[in-house]
């Protein structure tokens, strides 16, 4: 779990520098670029829905936690992930949202922490969610500005999941791109932009020039027991075809140099009829 891949965006981050007065590409070219690269325009304005099973491991101390895991999503806002850790005797947690009400089995409060699973790919790893696995804790996490409530928590986490698989922004949790620097390694130059959105939330994407593929994502978050945030990375890889579109079976998460977590899809399916039932808030 703890060895290095994607030399280019290990690189990335010390190579880079501000793109010269006159030179700066654009950002929405950038993003053009990288949604025709993931099967085009049109076929991604096609997507309604996606689901998607498959397996997440998980650093936990000395523990490596295996957790299998379903997710339904209905663009542009509704969106839940369900998991289960096989080996522990534990019932299934659901966390994500339907428009803006959060969808949290167990509910926020309950148990220890609410959740036994890990975060939809993207969301804070462990080291960063103040020892929780699955997230921020019952009252939300921290961003730059103070607490984050559990539903803005959840969206980001559903913001992170969409840059890389889709390239997109929805309306559920709008993103904001400017062109900031090309990043240079070996393997080749990578277009770096800076993404803004709701409740001071404030990343880095990487997208491969060769490729036009989204590589990685990095963002601060305060991890348990220092002082100052935490580097938090994001990195994309193993893109596969599904019903014409390129989309990404492995994501592998990390704070600071250490591999917290690492997912890999088993099966993705576009646009498939989810039962409505998935997205209802427990009563």
Not at 99 to 108: A, C
Not at 198 to 209: E, G, I, K, L, W
């Amino acid at each position: 779990m703890r060895r290095l891949w994607f030399p280019l965006a290990a690189a990335l981050v010390a190579a880079s520098a501000p793109v010269l007065l006159g030179q700066t590409p654009d950002a929405a070219q950038v993003m053009s670029s990288a949604r025709e690269a993931l099967g085009g325009e049109k076929k991604l304005s096609a997507v309604r829905t996606f689901t998607a099973t498959g397996r997440t491991r998980q650093v936990r101390g000395n523990n490596l936690v295996p957790i299998e895991f379903e997710i339904n999503c209905e663009l542009p806002d509704k969106f839940v992930r369900k998991d289960e850790i096989p080996a522990q005797d534990t019932e299934p947690t659901t966390r994500g949202f339907n428009g803006d009400t959060l969808i949290q089995v167990p509910p926020p409060g309950a148990g220890r922490g609410g959740r036994a699973g890990g975060p939809p790919p993207g969301g804070p790893p462990p080291a960063a969610a103040q020892g929780r696995a699955g997230g921020p804790p019952p009252g939300g996490g921290r961003g730059p500005a103070g607490p984050v409530p559990p539903i803005m928590a959840v969206k980001q986490d559903f913001a992170r999941l969409m840059l890389g698989m889709f390239a997109a922004s929805f309306p559920s949790f709008p993103l904001t791109f400017k062109y900031v620097a090309i990043g240079e390694a070996p393997e080749g130059k990578a277009d770096i932009l800076d993404v803004t959105g709701p409740a001071n939330f404030s990343m880095r994407f990487v997208v491969q020039r060769e490729t036009h593929l989204p590589v990685m994502l990095m963002w601060n978050a305060p991890a348990p027991g220092q002082p100052a945030p935490a580097e938090q990375r994001m990195y994309f890889a193993d893109y596969r075809d599904v019903d014409g579109l390129k989309l990404p079976f492995r994501i592998r998460r990390t704070v600071g140099a250490d591999t917290v977590e690492e997912t890999t899809f088993d099966r993705i399916r576009i646009n498939t009829k989810i039962d409505p039932r998935k997205f209802e808030t427990p009563k």
